[in-house]
């Protein structure tokens, strides 16, 4: 089975701006969530969505949302771009709850 | 106040020994708890899962404990490669969902 695929990979923004990130799960896999990594602030969960629901959320800005799609597909939106936010976001996909949850490779986000 | 800790200072091991790193936690009841690696510039990779009712588990050379008494676990890595040279995150699910909390990670250097 192929992967977690996270598109783009790399991307530059400037402050202020939006950015949307894509990321396809596993096949047949329902759950998907979405996390921030910075040096300062480890992996930090966002956001995680099953069957198209927000099932839980972490404790981050209304700047920071998401959705899924009816093939699973997430996406991760991030409006009002702030430096702080310049981080790599992964997205994990897990079959279901209490699972293992399979990591992307990460879009590393850097606004200027 | 909820806290996961790792050892944040690296560790430098001989190849052939036996790596042990401790992740401990407070406040919390988690589900289940998993250990991950993960490689600069790279999304985590799954190791190991173990559940709240298991006190062990093996993968090859890898092995975890997880005492909810202590609230510990301990992750062995034994006759430790160069190749295992890497961050390893430990993970745990509190609310029985898909809402990981990491530990600030482990780097461990294996040395030939």
């Known amino acids: 089975k192929a992967g977690v695929t996270q598109t783009p990979r790399y991307l530059i923004k400037t402050r202020g701006q939006q950015v949307t990130l894509s990321c396809s799960p596993i096949?047949?896999?329902?759950?998907v969530s979405w996390y921030q990594q910075t040096p300062g602030q480890g992996l930090q969960f966002l956001f995680e969505y099953f069957s198209e629901t927000q099932r839980n959320k972490g404790n981050f800005p209304g700047r920071f949302s998401g959705r899924q799609f009816s093939n699973s597909r997430s996406e991760m939106n991030v409006s009002t771009l702030e430096l702080g936010d310049s981080a790599l976001y992964l997205c994990?996909?897990?079959?279901?709850?209490?699972?293992?949850?399979?990591f992307g490779p990460g879009t590393r986000l850097l606004v200027l | 106040s909820q806290k996961i800790e790792q050892n944040s200072e690296a560790l430098n091991i001989q190849e052939g020994k036996t790596a042990t790193l401790t992740c401990n936690y407070t406040?919390?009841?988690?589900?289940?708890l998993q250990w991950y690696r993960q490689d600069p510039g790279r999304g985590p990779v799954f190791l190991l899962l173990?559940?709240?009712?298991?006190k062990e588990k093996r993968k090859e050379r890898l092995k975890v404990t997880f005492d909810t008494t202590l609230k510990q676990s301990l992750f062995h890595i034994t006759a430790s490669q160069p190749a295992d040279s890497a961050t390893y995150l430990c993970a745990l699910d509190e609310a029985a969902g898909n809402k990981l909390t990491f530990g600030g990670g482990t780097r461990v250097l294996v040395k030939p």
């Open positions: 406040n919390y009841s988690p589900a289940y």
């Open positions: 173990i559940r709240e009712n298991e």
């Open positions: 994990a996909s897990s079959p279901g709850r209490q699972e293992t949850q399979y």
């Open positions: 096949s047949g896999h329902r759950s």
